[in-house]
């Protein structure tokens, strides 16, 4: 079955970094564009960004643009997300998902002072 494990969130400060990973099984994982999706308290989940299956074509919400990357390893059926210049408003749990489903069960990431 299909399984999307994320790891890598955590506490820290403002304009701190955190990478975040995703480990695919269950399916070729080439053969699907991946996201990350996030979900802040009290809110509706919303997308954060997508890669497409070979890693070309990569895509961000406006609130992410310039801090935030998205990539992937193929050969470790793997997803990455580089979260630099982190924000308050970036605390949400973050998951990983296929595109046109499933999601993981995500990894909380916590920005605060």
């Known amino acids: 079955q299909v399984q999307l494990v994320e790891s890598g969130g955590g506490l820290v400060q403002p304009g701190g970094s955190l990478r975040l990973s995703c480990l695919a099984s269950g399916f070729t994982f080439s053969n699907y564009a991946m996201n990350w999706v996030r979900q802040a308290p009290g809110k509706g989940p919303e997308w954060v960004s997508t890669?497409?299956?070979?890693?070309?074509?990569?895509t961000y919400r406006d609130s992410v643009k310039g801090r935030f990357t998205i990539s992937r390893d193929n050969a470790k059926n793997t997803l990455y997300l580089q979260m630099n210049s982190l924000k308050a408003e970036d605390t949400a749990l973050y998951y990983c998902?296929?595109?046109?489903?499933?999601r993981g069960q995500g990894t909380q990431v916590t920005v605060s002072s």
């Open positions: 890669i497409s299956t070979g890693g070309v074509i990569r």
């Open positions: 998902e296929r595109n046109g489903g499933p």
